[in-house]
């Protein structure tokens, strides 16, 4: 079965970073996003910034798809989202509650949810009345590419005809305090990015259009970081997708802001793929973690910049790596 992604819906930070109360310092931010007048009231006020994002670039996904949703097809549409860990914020002014508020309620039930990491899926199924499978994906800066992985699978098995598979990350104070504690001095960003996937023949039988194969994807567990790995890593996804190395036209990556690891990495990439553009990303969106990968893969869309390769890795170790092909009239 070829997978390939039919619409494509983003939430891009502003071009240039705006300045935060220390230490949080500058921040690739969505300045302008404004919840309740995209969603609505009450779905805004019941979601928290992580789930609102993700829930907007879903709907903007379905719409440049031009999938409709309808009763006939609704249980057969699923959403699986990935995340850092759900949204810290709402988890940290939960848990406040706890202490500031009076007694015997003290804490809001209904933000309850924010604790939650599943909440953005379930909220976006919710929302676009979604009835297929549903899936909530965490795996630090490698989400975005197990999301595809995980949604590539549902659709193998069966269990869905099309996906919503997305990834979202916030900017907040909390958040800013636990990037900066664990992951340390990048410039921080937010966004979302959701794709339509569904097989070829589906979207074609729907008079749907293409815009990139989802050609192969690779996440696992590693032994260790070391150029041959990232090389090794590289050349087996392009085997699966059946890509030769000198066709592919750009390869896009994190920083990990681990110096060890990322020298690595630059240079296991430019072995690999010595004739593919590097793209990084990071000074034009900063370090969106959790939801870095599926905007930098909206991006090479956005480029036409095909066939292309994402990589993501975890210096925890997990490498995930996606070859992205076109599509055949």
Request: proline residues 5%.
């Given at each position: 079965?070829?997978?390939?992604?039919?619409?494509?819906?983003?939430?891009w930070?502003?071009?240039?970073?705006?300045?935060?109360?220390?230490p949080?310092?500058?921040?690739?931010?969505?300045?302008?996003?404004?919840?309740?007048a995209l969603?609505?009231?009450?779905t805004?006020?019941?979601?928290?910034?992580?789930a609102?994002?993700?829930m907007?670039?879903?709907?903007?996904a379905?719409?440049?798809?031009?999938?409709?949703v309808?009763?006939?097809?609704?249980?057969?549409i699923?959403?699986?989202?990935?995340?850092?860990?759900?949204?810290?914020?709402?988890?940290?002014?939960?848990?406040?509650?706890?202490?500031?508020?009076?007694?015997?309620?003290?804490?809001?039930?209904?933000k309850?949810?924010?604790?939650?990491?599943?909440?953005?899926?379930?909220?976006?199924?919710?929302?676009?009345g979604?009835?297929?499978?549903?899936?909530?994906?965490?795996?630090?800066?490698?989400?975005?590419l197990?999301?595809?992985?995980?949604?590539?699978?549902?659709?193998?098995?069966?269990?869905?005809?099309?996906?919503?598979?997305?990834?979202?990350?916030?900017?907040?104070g909390?958040?800013?305090?636990?990037?900066?504690?664990?992951?340390?001095?990048?410039?921080?960003?937010?966004?979302?990015?959701?794709?339509?996937?569904?097989?070829?023949?589906?979207?074609?039988?729907?008079?749907?259009k293409?815009?990139?194969?989802?050609?192969a994807?690779?996440?696992?567990?590693?032994?260790?970081?070391?150029?041959?790995?990232?090389?090794?890593?590289?050349?087996?996804?392009l085997?699966?997708?059946?890509?030769?190395?000198?066709?592919?036209?750009?390869?896009?990556?994190?920083?990990?802001?681990?110096?060890?690891?990322?020298?690595?990495?630059?240079?296991?990439?430019?072995?690999?793929?010595?004739?593919?553009?590097?793209?990084?990303?990071?000074?034009r969106?900063?370090?969106?973690?959790?939801?870095h990968?599926?905007?930098?893969?909206?991006?090479?869309?956005?480029?036409a910049?095909?066939?292309?390769?994402?990589?993501?890795?975890?210096p925890?170790?997990?490498?995930?790596?996606?070859?992205?092909?076109?599509?055949?009239?």
């Amino acid at each position: 079965m070829h997978i390939v992604i039919s619409g494509r819906g983003t939430v891009w930070p502003d071009p240039v970073p705006q300045a935060h109360t220390p230490p949080s310092g500058p921040a690739f931010t969505v300045g302008s996003f404004d919840g309740e007048a995209l969603l609505g009231r009450r779905t805004a006020q019941y979601n928290h910034r992580s789930a609102q994002l993700a829930m907007v670039a879903c709907g903007r996904a379905l719409d440049d798809a031009g999938l409709e949703v309808t009763d006939e097809n609704r249980d057969r549409i699923g959403v699986t989202l990935g995340t850092a860990a759900g949204s810290v914020t709402g988890m940290v002014e939960f848990g406040m509650d706890t202490f500031s508020q009076p007694r015997p309620h003290m804490v809001a039930a209904a933000k309850s949810s924010h604790c939650v990491l599943s909440s953005p899926a379930g909220a976006a199924a919710i929302t676009y009345g979604l009835r297929g499978a549903n899936a909530t994906v965490a795996s630090g800066p490698a989400t975005g590419l197990a999301v595809l992985r995980h949604a590539v699978v549902i659709l193998r098995a069966g269990h869905a005809d099309a996906v919503l598979a997305g990834a979202s990350e916030e900017f907040t104070g909390p958040t800013s305090w636990l990037a900066r504690t664990a992951r340390g001095e990048q410039v921080q960003g937010e966004g979302a990015a959701a794709f339509v996937l569904e097989g070829r023949e589906s979207a074609r039988a729907a008079g749907r259009k293409a815009l990139a194969a989802v050609a192969a994807v690779d996440v696992r567990a590693v032994p260790g970081f070391s150029a041959g790995q990232f090389a090794e890593s590289v050349a087996r996804t392009l085997g699966r997708a059946g890509v030769s190395a000198p066709d592919v036209s750009a390869v896009a990556f994190r920083h990990t802001g681990v110096a060890e690891v990322d020298e690595a990495q630059h240079s296991g990439l430019a072995r690999a793929l010595p004739g593919a553009a590097q793209v990084t990303d990071e000074k034009r969106i900063g370090d969106c973690y959790s939801a870095h990968a599926l905007l930098q893969l909206a991006g090479l869309l956005d480029e036409a910049a095909l066939p292309a390769v994402v990589v993501a890795a975890d210096p925890d170790g997990l490498l995930s790596v996606a070859v992205l092909n076109g599509v055949p009239e």
